[in-house]
């Protein structure tokens, strides 16, 4: 499923019914609260595809329903500021992605809280099972730390030849070094050197991105962190 067929049916699933029901209690607007760590444009496609997920069940911002919503535009440590912003304007239910949902959970403590595909929920404590999230917090997963590994396997068999192999990083991600981890795992396996490329904030790309030409590397992978998603473009 593509991201945006994702976001409309998150927006169909989990918000469908609550937001019915206030509807019908006295024509009540119900607030939504959303929340990311990129920038507007980073992330337009994911805001695009909720709006127009709630369009289609009828929900219209300004009439039926208002959208609190903030962006961080990389500059995460914001996100407990915006989240606690969020929440004085008393949203009936948080929307949040994943590049803002670990640095903001604390200030949305007892808030209703959809999440947008973060790594792991249970590992990382977002919800206490799969099956019974329990608490405020619910939402899709894409567990896809483990995919790193296979990442570098299908480089190397697109390209046989490469023995080099850069690694885009960055500590942004609070998972960086579990990523790293597994890809350098996978990488003695397939016989491959990594050089791993860190980039400490995303207005610090640009410059990694030259390491990489300047390092003479065979192939670049960029890990799979949410945080590079907006990025993608100015990679390629």
Known sequence: MNRRAFLRTLSGSL?????????????????????????????????????QGLA??????????A??????????????????EIVRNK???????????????????????VFIIPDDPV????????????GHMTGLSSLNIELDGKRLEILKA???AVHRVGLLSTQQDRRHRERVTIAERAARSLGLQLQVLQVPSMDQL??????????????????????????????A
């Open 206 to 235: 640009p410059r990694a991105l030259d390491a990489a030409t300047q390092s003479r590397l065979e192939a670049l992978m960029v890990l799979g962190s949410s945080v590079f998603r907006g990025y993608q473009a100015q990679t």
């Open 67 to 84: 959208i609190e919503e903030r962006h961080a535009a990389g500059h995460f440590e914001r996100l407990p500021a915006l989240a606690a």
């Open 91 to 113: 949203v009936d239910v948080i929307v949040v992605s994943a590049t803002a949902v670990y640095e903001a959970r604390a200030a949305l403590a007892g808030v209703p809280t």
């Open 15 to 51: 918000l469908a019914a609550p937001l019915a029901a206030e509807a019908q209690e006295g024509g009540k607007v119900s607030r939504i609260g959303y929340l990311t760590g990129n920038s507007v444009e980073n992330e337009k496609d994911l805001r695009s595809a909720f709006q």
């Open 158 to 160: 697109a390209l046989p």
């Open 56 to 65: 289609e069940l009828g929900y219209v911002a300004g009439r039926s329903i």
């Open 123 to 134: 590992r990382t404590g977002l919800v206490a099972s799969l099956a019974r999230p329990a």
